[in-house]
Antibody, heavy 121, light 106 residues
Framework: QVKLVQSEAEVKKPGASVKVSCRAS????????MNWVRQAPGQGLEWMAW????????NYARKFQGRVTMTTDTSTNTAYMELRTLRSDDTAIYYC??????????????WGQGTLVTVSS | SFELTQPPSVSVSPGQTATITCSGH??????TAWYQQKPGQSPVLVIY???KRPSGIPERFSGSNSGNTGILTISGAQVMDEGDYYC?????????FGGGTKLTVL
């Protein structure tokens, strides 16, 4: 079955960078876009960006432009999200989520288990 | 910027119909999706393209979208349906989520 397995929790200091991975299995990786969504403690969902695993095209939410980079490694079926210049309000669970339909960007199913990133001095 | 507004909480008794709304300017001209999130778990897609149910989602979940309001309906809500529900739409190449609604079934 389709499965997304994310990297373990991270603790970072303000100003540092974090790179979260999302390893996919159970489907043709290059046929689907991968999305990243985060959720601050006790808060709602916030879309960050998507990346096409087919050609590497990306679309970042305006809020994160210049501070986030999405990449994929098709040899290992893994997507990566790197967030730089971390602040305390970046503390959140970061989810990867695959698109429902191939070669589209729309709705997300399934989701990874989430990676908690804690930013603290 | 485009915003989606949901009521913070909805409460129903088991077996009743739960209705969760999602409001946004001319939302009916866009497609919507709904996600269920239980405590400590990742979100799960329950409705997409306004009315479609992914495989494995019970028939008691249904959706509609018209005018400025999208609606998630859970007919005969069960205790297992408790959780947070988020609507989602797209605007100007940006995915937007509603603030979430906590559904209580008791």
């Amino acid at each position: 079955q389709v499965k997304l397995v994310q990297s373990e929790a991270e603790v970072k200091k303000p100003g540092a960078s974090v790179k979260v991975s999302c390893r996919a299995s159970g489907y043709t990786f290059t046929n689907y876009a991968m999305n990243w969504v985060r959720q601050a403690p006790g808060q709602g969902l916030e879309w960050m960006a998507w990346i096409s695993a087919y050609n590497g095209n990306t679309n970042y939410a305006r809020k994160f432009q210049g501070r986030v980079t999405m990449t994929t490694d098709t040899s290992t079926n893994t997507a990566y999200m790197e967030l730089r210049t971390l602040r305390s309000d970046d503390t959140a669970i970061y989810y990867c989520a695959r698109d429902v339909d191939p070669f589209s960007t729309s709705w997300y199913n399934p989701w990874g288990q989430g990676t908690l990133v804690t930013v603290s001095s | 910027s485009f915003e989606l507004t949901q009521p913070p909480s909805v409460s129903v008794s088991p077996g009743q119909t739960a209705t969760i709304t999602c409001s946004g300017h001319m939302l009916g001209d866009k497609s919507t999706a709904w996600y269920q999130q239980k405590p400590g778990q990742s979100p799960v897609l329950v409705i997409y393209e306004d009315t479609k149910r992914p495989s494995g989602i019970p028939e008691r979940f249904s959706g509609s979208n018209s005018g400025n309001t999208g609606i998630l309906t859970i007919s005969g809500a069960q205790v297992m349906d408790e959780g947070d529900y988020y609507c989602q739409a797209w605007d100007s190449s940006t995915a937007v989520f509603g603030g979430g609604t906590k559904l209580t079934v008791l």
